[in-house]
């Protein structure tokens, strides 16, 4: 019976799932409305670009060039959607798509390519990866597969940037470094060939981005294994199929190589500049704090409007000790770019340490709004614990209490001390029943990270007479962290085997022991 009710469930998924491809004119499966696809296009838009560098604002022009060429190719495309494009300001040459049409190309991909139909084959790929609904139809397997699982249940839950986003920017980043299968990266070439031929490109330029990709592919070059590669793996397959696509399509359209060179010559300049910055965050994470500090100066010198090289300046400074140095230069880096979540958050942490509590706090809630992190949060709360607001320091422990790592568990430990005392059963599991003795007892168990004493138990039952009956069982002792106890609660004779159905055991009593 189990078996033919999950597969009830997987049928009606199936069922209630199938919908029209807006670009292949086929049935696809998706349990994701157009409605919810572009609601999670729009809310995880900008905190995925958050957690990927943020956007390249030291070259405005850079990006309003790549907008033009995305809006038109968007023009053409059989589905009309909100596009957006944003130039990345991050070095791993990477370009991603999100439902609605939420698009991006990295800085890091821009200095790849050749020319503007290299650049429209790779826009055109994302525009059909969100014309066809390849998010919705992996964000569908996903949910199927949660389905298919609880029927079982039922039967017998830039790496410095993403770091720090878990709290932010989960859903957008699954979605951002998801693997799209065989068919719908083909579905992109085809068709993204095809909207590049119908808005004027040369589709040749697909040919030969196919080409380099397997080229650098086989080098194995590490940079473009953790970008493209990653998400839309090259292969010689690919390319044939390229080719032939090509033998369908008009002949000739713009390739805009001069045209791409001039629109891309101030990042082509201030490429050295990014090398240095990413070779001093390396330096940077091996504890070399000089080679950093060099390296962001020779960056700046380069190119002194870019915010994340006085960022790494700041890191260095923090790093070294010089905290007064440090909050300037994360002032600097916020002027530049204010909106970019980071440079707050480390001007707080550096505020938080001087005791400049009130700057502090307008900072995390400056970098909180751009992009939630566990970080920010965390230090909100030890700010509104300092000052006395207890409710309002629980409420931010509880956002970074689930968060994975040791600040997760720093700040589950901060909330059993504020809140034991008020709320022990959230955080002491109890247990009522007979042992193997056939003493009624109370199981306990300390799943968290404090030792915790001063154990009461209301215990309620009704006794052979019919009557019901309350009384209180003490917990003498400390019941450690991670340890369970017994407490026999004395019920032997006023509590028959006909009536165990009536106890009830609850906590109404604890503390953290000092």
């Known amino acids: 019976m189990h078996k033919h009710l999950t597969g009830l ?34 809310q995880q838009y900008a905190p995925a670009r958050q957690a990927q560098g943020g956007d390249l604002v030291a070259d405005p022009g850079l990006t309003a060039y790549v907008s033009q060429v995305g809006q038109r190719l968007a023009a053409v495309s059989d589905r009309k959607l909100p596009y957006e494009f944003k130039v990345l300001n991050n070095s791993v040459p990477n370009a991603w798509a999100l439902p609605g049409g939420k698009i991006t190309i990295n800085r890091g991909l821009l200095t ?64 951002v ?3 799209y299968g065989r068919d719908a990266e083909r579905e992109s070439d085809h068709y993204g060939m095809l909207y590049m031929s119908r808005a004027g490109y040369d589709p040749q330029g697909a040919v030969e981005l196919q080409r380099t990709f397997v080229r650098l592919s086989e080098g194995k070059q590490q940079d473009w294994l953790n970008g493209m590669f990653a998400s839309h793996p090259p292969s010689q397959e690919r390319v044939n199929n390229n080719i032939a696509m090509l033998a369908t399509l008009p002949r000739g359209g713009e390739v805009g190589a001069e045209r791409y060179r001039a629109k891309t010559a101030h990042l082509m300049r201030s490429k050295p500049a990014y090398d240095a910055f990413d070779q001093g965050r390396e330096a940077l994470a091996k504890g070399d704090t000089a080679t950093a500090m060099r390296l962001a100066k020779q960056a700046i010198a380069l190119e002194p409007n870019e915010a994340h090289f006085y960022g790494l300046m700041g890191d260095a400074e923090q790093k070294s000790g010089h905290l007064s140095a440090a ?121 968290t990270p404090r030792n915790v004493n001063g154990i009461v138990l209301l215990v309620r039952f009704t006794n052979a007479a019919g009557q019901p009956q309350q009384i ?23 509590v028959s085997d006909d009536r165990l159905n009536t106890l009830q055991v609850g906590i109404t009593q604890a503390q953290v022991a000092r």
């Open 9 to 42: 469930l997987l049928f009606l998924a199936l069922l209630s799932g199938c919908v029209t491809n807006p670009v292949t004119g086929k049935n696809d499966f998706s349990l994701v409305s157009e409605q919810q696809e572009l609601a999670i296009g729009a």
């Open 327 to 447: 909050a300037g230069l994360y002032g600097k880096a916020i002027n530049l770019n204010p909106g970019f979540f980071y440079y707050s958050l480390q001007r707080g942490k550096v505020n938080e340490q001087l005791h400049l509590d009130t700057s502090a706090r307008a900072d995390f809630e400056r970098s909180t709004a751009l992009l939630p992190t566990a970080d920010a949060y965390y230090s909100l709360g030890n700010l509104s614990r300092k000052a006395g607001r207890l409710d309002e320091a629980k409420g931010y422990y509880t956002k970074v209490a689930s968060a994975q790592g040791e600040i997760g568990k720093q700040a589950y430990g901060d909330l059993v001390d504020l809140d034991l005392k008020d709320n022990p059963s959230k955080y002491i599991q109890l247990r009522a029943g007979k042992d193997a003795q056939g003493r009624i007892v109370a199981q306990l168990a300390n799943p």
């Open 112 to 175: 790849e390519l050749h020319n503007e139909s290299e650049l429209a084959a790779v826009l055109g790929h994302e525009i059909v990866h969100a014309a066809a609904r390849h998010g919705a139809q992996s964000m569908s397997k996903g949910m199927l597969l949660q389905t298919a699982v609880m029927g079982t249940a039922i039967a017998t839950q830039g790496k410095d940037y993403a770091n720090l986003a878990q709290l932010g920017a989960g859903l957008g980043a699954q979605l």
């Open 472 to 494: 209180q069982r003490n917990f003498n002792g400390v019941l450690a962290s991670g340890t369970q106890q017994l407490l026999d609660l004395g019920l032997s004779g006023l």
């Open 177 to 179: 470094t998801q693997k």
